[in-house]
């Protein structure tokens, strides 16, 4: 384990804000003057219900070996001490500002923090990851060297209190794990790496928004941000229409970001699928990959394979959502979770994305033949167990 990761009772230098009464704050904290100069990072945080993890997240940001950045913490209506939390950190520092707004989700979150970023170069930080201490440092030595305008680095994985791991990153269908330091990445070798995603669509950076600096002149100047009615594939959109207006990535083989899979965590936040905007969010998810294509000129013959592989990740995505719904199946839940299990597996989306599904190793392959054969309870049951497997069982669930 590197030295500068600890266990999840560090606070980085930060003592936590013991709980008191909840205080209405105002919608922004302007502690940062308009005479200052201008960051050359804008670190944009999301937050909500995150008091748990918070000290730690921003702790890790004021641990940066580069001290040119200012943090926006923007509270998603959170119901728990964050808000406060944030507050109270924004007090104590020149350099953090703190937004709080009714719940819109993240992508509404991400948007309101960009809104007022001062930074040459946009990050995001989930409140509940944390950075390495050079992180923002590797970065801005790769866009300064290479004028990028989208500078993307390596990743820790780590799953609760396990051991962060780093991520091979491979950026084509078939390719091996890149083993140099830097390398560019530009026209169809982005759409190498994105069909690379397609075929494998897990722990991909190209489906996040973290772990990378966005030049924040592109954002304005082209009117982009994040999709406020999509809940599952809004990060990969604002990606891929960032990159269809700059056509070229940098890649830095460094770890610039511990993403932390908090399996309780997450799945004691996820809500029942909804059906209908399930279905919405995978229809534009495959429109936000033929606009990128028409971007970057790909042939028809090429393009009618991308689809293909569209197809796959689509269906993926399905499961991974069905699993963790299903995972909260009890008498109390049962009737709604059918309900809305029998819309989603007529969906059209779904019906023609399901012919271009290939289980890989330890995906299910019973899964999707129930999907096709719609035969819903079975699903679920089969569902659940799935997500036991692969979650552990819930706390307090009434089977």
């Given at each position: ?41 804008s670190?944009?945080m ?24 200012e ?98 990153v ?5 390719g ?34 973290w ?35 700059t ?7 460094q ?83 059918i ?10 989306i779904?019906?023609?994305s ?46």
């Amino acid at each position: 384990m590197p030295p500068w990761i600890s266990d999840t009772s560090s606070t980085s230098g930060i003592t936590p804000v013991l709980p008191s009464k909840r205080c209405s704050m105002p919608a922004v904290d302007t502690n940062m003057t308009s005479l200052r100069k201008p960051p050359r990072v804008s670190i944009v945080m999301p937050v909500f219900n995150a008091a748990r993890f918070l000290a730690l997240s921003i702790g890790s940001v004021i641990d940066q070996t580069m001290g040119d950045w200012e943090l926006i913490l923007v509270d998603d209506g959170s119901s728990d001490e964050s808000a406060r939390l944030c507050a109270d950190h924004a007090q104590g520092s020149a350099r953090i500002r703190f937004i709080a707004q009714q719940n819109a989700g993240p992508a509404a979150a991400r948007n309101a923090g960009v809104r007022v970023a001062a930074g040459e170069f946009v990050f995001f930080l989930d409140a509940d990851d944390r950075l390495p201490p050079n992180a923002l440092q590797q970065l801005l030595s790769a866009a300064d060297t290479e004028h990028a305008d989208m500078v993307l680095g390596n990743f820790y994985k780590q799953e609760n209190d396990g051991s962060p791991v780093l991520q091979p990153v491979i950026f084509r269908p078939g390719g091996e794990p890149f083993a140099g330091q830097m390398t560019v990445l530009a026209d169809a070798a982005l759409l190498d790496y994105i069909r690379h995603f397609l075929n494998h669509p897990s722990n991909h950076l190209v489906s996040y928004c973290w772990a990378r600096l966005y030049r924040r002149s592109v954002i304005v100047e082209q009117a982009l941000q994040a999709d406020e009615n999509m809940r599952l594939f809004e990060d990969f959109a604002f990606n891929l229409a960032f990159l269809g207006k700059t056509r070229r990535l940098v890649f830095v083989n460094q770890p610039v970001y511990v993403y932390i899979l908090r399996t309780r965590h997450i799945s004691a936040s996820m809500s029942i699928l909804n059906a209908a905007s399930l279905a919405s969010d995978m229809q534009s998810f495959r429109k936000t990959i033929d606009r990128f294509m028409t971007e970057i000129g790909v042939r028809q013959d090429l393009a009618q394979r991308v689809r293909h592989e569209v197809g796959h990740t689509l269906v993926h995505y399905a499961l991974i959502f069905i699993i963790r719904t299903c995972r909260q199946l009890n008498s109390a839940s049962r009737p709604a979770i059918i309900r809305e299990l029998r819309a989603f597996i007529s969906a059209p989306i779904l019906r023609e994305s399901l012919p271009c599904y290939t289980p890989r190793p330890g995906n299910s392959r019973l899964l999707p033949a129930l999907i096709k054969l719609k035969l819903v309870r079975l699903l679920a049951v089969m569902a659940k167990i799935k997500g036991k497997q692969r979650y552990g069982k819930l706390e307090n669930a009434n089977t």
